[in-house]
């Protein structure tokens, strides 16, 4: 099937993404106006603008969404504040259906607030991270497994996005984790997709989506050694793919592993959200063609696109193919 194809078919699909749906907060500061505070005399960061956008598993939606998907859902859970309005005003700009997120007092939403230079348009100030740092509570955790399960038959691609590197982990809970695996035996016609940062040694009966520092961390914590393979059947037998930056990705299955290179960018703006694009478009195509080389193909002509944007850019299909012409 050619690439057109693939992507034309995105149109039909309904996708929900699971898991710590974030702000992103991008704020423009001036280094001329850090003038000491008259009260502590610690120099200010003088913000001059804020741009927000939906990060973390937000970043993947707003992927699904650029790719012309029909349909596109967060589900997960934000705190009843200023940050988790503005999050929902960042998905409704993106037509991202945010009804499924669980509102609550009882956390705060995970924030990042990101400070560029407006000389040099640079971030090169410390990141300031709005995290939660305790076990999710029981009564949230509750509602998320409910209504995962009351709702992820009405979508095609279910991607989860477990991005919370605290010790506790975020919304991805062992009991959440459970109830994935069970809705993917159940509904083994849909493509269930999951990028988890911390914990991938963990998920069941999932494609599993890992970088490569991060399988290489997940091995040594179940096995003690690097195992790709070992690490794909521990996950259950679904695919294990392994993407590796400019290298392209490995994909390890029942057949063994096999390779699919990236195109080379000699000098990329930005790869922040590399890893969310390449989810993002990977995660589609195997729902069009249940095939993990085609999934890892698109996903890196997705990734090599976003990589040349600042900030979390996404990729039109129109870039899309394009970059492919080109390559």
């Known amino acids: 099937m050619k690439t057109s194809e693939i992507i034309n078919r995105f149109r039909s699909l309904r996708v929900l993404v699971v898991g710590d749906i974030c702000l ?3 704020c423009t500061y001036d280094p001329d106006l850090a003038e000491p505070s ?8 003088a913000i001059l603008s804020t741009e927000t956008t939906a990060g973390a598993g937000g970043t993947v939606a707003n992927n699904v969404a650029g790719l012309g998907v029909g349909r596109v859902a967060v589900l997960g859970a934000i705190g009843r504040d200023g940050f988790g309005f503005e999050l929902k ?4 700009r993106k037509k991202i259906e945010s009804s499924l997120l669980v509102e609550t007092d009882l956390i705060p939403t995970f924030t990042y607030t990101k400070l560029l230079n407006r000389k040099t348009g640079i971030e090169d100030l410390p990141r300031l991270d709005f995290v939660y740092t305790k076990p999710l509570p029981p009564e949230i955790e509750l509602q998320i497994v409910q209504r995962l399960n009351t709702q992820a038959a009405g979508y095609d691609v279910i991607i989860v996005a ?3 590197e605290t010790e506790t982990g975020g919304i991805v809970t062992p009991r959440v984790r459970d109830a994935i695996s069970e809705l993917a035996r159940r509904l083994s016609t849909k493509t269930f997709w999951v990028d988890s940062r911390q914990r991938p040694e963990y998920f069941r009966d999932v494609i599993v989506k890992p970088n490569e520092r991060e399988a290489i961390e997940a091995c040594r914590r179940a096995f003690g050694q690097v195992d790709f393979n070992a690490l794909r059947v521990r996950i259950g037998g679904k695919p294990l793919i392994v ?10 299955d029942e057949n063994g592993r096999s390779t699919v290179p990236a195109r080379r960018i000699a000098d990329p703006v930005d790869i922040c959200g590399a890893g969310d694009s390449f989810s993002a478009g990977a995660a589609l195509t195997h729902s069009v063609t249940n095939s993990a080389r085609e999934a890892a193909r698109i996903g890196n002509l997705v990734a090599s696109v976003t990589i040349m944007k600042k900030g979390t850019g996404v990729a039109t299909p129109e870039e899309v193919l394009a970059n492919e012409a080109s390559a």
């Open 24 to 26: 992103d907060r991008w």
């Open 38 to 45: 008259r009260e502590t005399e610690i120099p200010r960061v």
């Open 89 to 92: 005003q960042a998905l409704l």
């Open 162 to 164: 477990d991005q919370a």
């Open 243 to 252: 993407t590796r930056g400019g290298e392209g990705a490995e994909i390890w």
